[in-house]
């Protein structure tokens, strides 16, 4: 039997890390057993589903790389089926017309809350006939003995009692059909042979499993998820940070970090936080989630998107990049290569946007220097040395790291001067103050013209910061 497993979101909102996580591991069970993945999308909430959702959910998927073989999807396009099942159901009676009015039932659960009792429907329209042409809901006949059990993947042998479970409602007064119906009806429809989903589905998953069999239907293997909590211990949800997938690729994170971090929140493997997308196929198992919840932590999820930065080809991250700089009106293409920038600062940044930050000195020139830093270096000593310095580079032929290297070294030698005399306020003028490599390695990528430009505006404003004081 090829393993069949599926990701359905409702687009009531944007794609979020729990769903993403759910994503994931559905994709990855997929994967590694030459299964196949399918999107889709469950919009009958048509008061809430919106296009702008559908859209971010597609747009996070592709982002993320978890690419499904079939769909998408939409629910809202097979009605039809639906009722073409809803039909065959009443028929066979395993389900019956409703007709009790909003009153009756708030008054049935406000009596049942008072005895203490668990508010279900009490099935007085079992064997009622109604006409079919006066509003009406259609509900699932739930067999009233017995049990349901079931063996879930990740929390083992599950049991709900038939007499708990009530008549659910499979299509509502407006003709629309409802969640449990839908879901069953795509999943047998699909083939879906796996169905990883959160834990908040584990009530929903007895009536799903009912209906299937009133259907005749096999049943799909169920593995229930638990929830992510935010570091407060509470239910992650937008306070806690980003909703939107695509928050992360805009505050500068790598799609592959990001599946990192999400697969390791309830899945291990031995003690490595690190992993590939290939590896993660090779090695992710179900039958290892945890049945525990798992705590969101950013700091986390910043240290590994470091090691990513860190890890990765420079060509790779600077593409990547380049949008965050254009985000800052920057050029990458008027500038140095932006591949060897990304080599020389890629440790010294958590995030693509603090990365594009810290370059972008390379391109453009600034005007204000970091204070403390200033008011270590530009002092009148330094006056000197930078007027050395920029005659030798000015002088220079060749414009390389080696002979720029020469140039400050013979600056250091000719003045008899610790190199960080010349060092200190020369890195300044350079970079303004922002994190740098090696100084010879930084001035050649500013570049030539650039650097004599700079080193002339440090020198005026040392001049300004002397005459100011005095």
Request: aromatic share 8%; glycine share 6%; proline share 4%.
């Amino acid at each position: 039997m090829k393993v069949r497993t599926r990701f359905a979101p409702s687009p009531t909102g944007y794609l979020h890390v729990g769903g993403v996580r759910t994503a994931l591991f559905s994709w990855l069970y997929a994967r590694k057993h030459g299964g196949e993945f399918v999107l889709r999308v469950e919009d009958t909430d048509l008061e809430r589903s919106t296009t702008e959702s559908v859209n971010a959910i597609l747009e996070g998927m592709t982002w993320l790389g978890l690419e499904y073989d079939e769909g998408p999807f939409y629910q809202t396009e097979r009605f039809d089926r639906y009722n073409q099942v809803i039909d065959e159901l009443l028929e066979q009676g395993h389900a019956y017309r409703c007709n009790c009015s909003r009153e009756r039932l708030d008054s049935l659960r406000e009596q049942q809350m008072q005895n203490k009792q668990k508010p279900r429907y009490d099935g007085h329209c079992r064997s009622r006939e109604i006409d079919p042409s006066e509003p009406h809901v259609i509900r699932f006949k739930n067999p009233v003995e017995g049990s349901v059990v079931f063996d879930d993947m990740v929390r083992g042998r599950i049991v709900f009692q038939n007499n708990e479970l009530d008549d659910l409602i499979i299509r509502r007064t407006d003709g629309a059909p409802t969640y449990n119906l839908t879901v069953v009806v795509d999943d047998d429809d699909m083939g879906i042979t796996h169905v990883i989903r959160g834990d908040d589905h584990v009530n929903n998953t007895p009536r799903q499993i009912n209906l299937l069999k009133a259907m005749g239907k096999e049943l799909p293997r169920y593995a229930h998820v638990p929830m992510i909590l935010g570091d407060d211990g509470a239910r992650l949800s937008k306070r806690h940070g980003a909703v939107n997938v695509m928050q992360y690729r805009d505050e500068g994170f790598l799609p592959e970090a990001l599946l990192n971090y999400l697969v390791r929140l309830g899945w291990s493997y031995e003690d490595r936080e690190i992993f590939s997308v290939d590896e993660m196929v090779e090695l992710f198992d179900v039958d290892a989630i945890n049945r525990s919840a798992s705590t969101f932590n950013t700091e986390k999820l910043l240290w590994i998107n470091q090691q990513y930065i860190m890890a990765s080809e420079p060509k790779h991250i600077a593409r990547l990049m380049s949008v965050h700089m254009g985000h800052m009106d920057i050029d990458p293409t008027e500038g140095p290569d932006l591949v060897e920038v990304v080599s020389a600062q890629r440790e010294r940044a958590k995030t693509l946007v603090e990365l594009a930050h810290i370059c972008a000195f390379y391109y453009r020139d600034f005007d204000t220097y970091n204070e403390k830093s200033a008011k270590k270096a530009f002092k009148e000593a330094a006056i000197a040395p930078l007027e050395a310095i920029k005659i030798k580079l000015g002088a220079l032929q060749a414009w390389d790291r080696e002979s720029i290297h020469a140039a400050m070294q013979s600056v250091v030698d000719e003045m008899e001067i610790g190199f960080g005399k010349l060092g200190m306020p020369l890195r300044l003028a350079v970079t303004g103050g922002a994190p740098s490599p090696d100084l010879d390695l930084t001035i050649y990528l500013v570049g030539k013209e650039a650097s004599l430009r700079r080193i002339d505006q440090a020198l005026a404003t040392i001049q300004e910061r002397i005459a100011s004081a005095s």
